[in-house]
């Protein structure tokens, strides 16, 4: 996405209905793509998030080039897994169809949010082309492997459908990897996009991906040959916060963190 891109008005179509279906939907999508700025994730129009509906089949998204601090609900754009408009007024993120891709074979394993940022650290990563290493316990107590980079897009891919391009590579890379298991992935050259089992986890995601990211530049730096962390701590850290004991929280099962 471009700073500088402009919402543009989609002409004759759907628009929004009072009362529509959709509008629980836009109010998850708007308030998690406000968090995007809130945690320090993007400046201006950089980054967007969506949450999706498994019901409805369709997914609202943030509008394209449309800063975050002139953003309602109402602006949000509702998409079909087929890409079309199905209510919105405005012209959906220009990453849609990356998240069509992500939500086609996530919806089905409990994927209903997805959010792409440009934030610093993790964009490092990615444009470092480096898988992110789990150095430490802040990661294993998220996610018990290295975050997966993608390879670089080639030439023939990016002049194609570039934005569905995006997404079949997060694919490639991520193989059968549980997408609730590890729910963020580096783009080479780009950026990182992560998810949740709903939009709210995925900006979550992705603020806490960025401050992993910030830790293993900090690590690396100081010691450029620092060892990942032993196994034995991977498993004791992500699975008292996500095995079948875990310890860590005061909520029922898959409310702990
Ligand atoms: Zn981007």
Redesign the pocket.
Same mark, same amino acid.
């Given at each position: 996405?471009s700073p500088t891109r402009r919402a543009r008005k989609a002409g004759p179509g759907p628009r929004r209905a009072a009362g529509s279906r959709y509008r629980d939907l836009r109010e998850q999508a708007l308030a998690a793509n406000l968090e995007i700025p809130r945690q320090g994730l993007a400046i201006y129009t950089f980054g967007n998030a969506s949450a999706f509906d498994p019901a409805l089949g369709a997914m609202a998204i943030k509008p394209s080039g449309v800063a975050y601090a002139d953003l309602s609900a109402r602006d949000m754009v509702v998409v079909d897994l087929e890409g079309k408009v199905v209510e919105g007024t405005l012209n959906p993120s220009s990453?849609t169809r990356t998240h069509l891709v992500l939500y086609r074979a996530f919806a089905g394993r409990g994927v209903a949010g997805i959010v *792409?940022t440009?934030s610093t650290h993790a964009t490092g990563w990615a444009q470092a082309g480096l898988p992110l290493p789990i150095y430490g316990t802040t990661h294993a107590d998220f996610l018990a492997e290295d975050v997966p980079c993608t390879a670089v897009m080639d030439a023939a891919a990016v002049a194609g459908d570039y934005e569905a391009e995006t997404g079949r590579q997060i694919l490639e890379a991520f193989g059968g990897r549980d997408p609730l298991h590890v729910p963020m992935v580096l783009v080479a050259g *780009?950026?990182p996009f992560t998810w949740g089992k709903d939009a709210a986890a995925a900006v979550y995601h992705a603020a806490v991906l960025e401050q992993l990211a910030h830790m293993a530049f900090v690590t690396r730096t100081l010691a450029p040959g620092a060892p990942r962390l032993p196994p034995h701590l991977i498993s004791r850290h992500y699975e008292r916060k996500h095995g079948r004991h875990a310890t860590y929280g005061q909520a029922g099962p898959g409310e702990r963190r």
């Open positions: 996405m990453d *792409h440009h *780009h950026g």
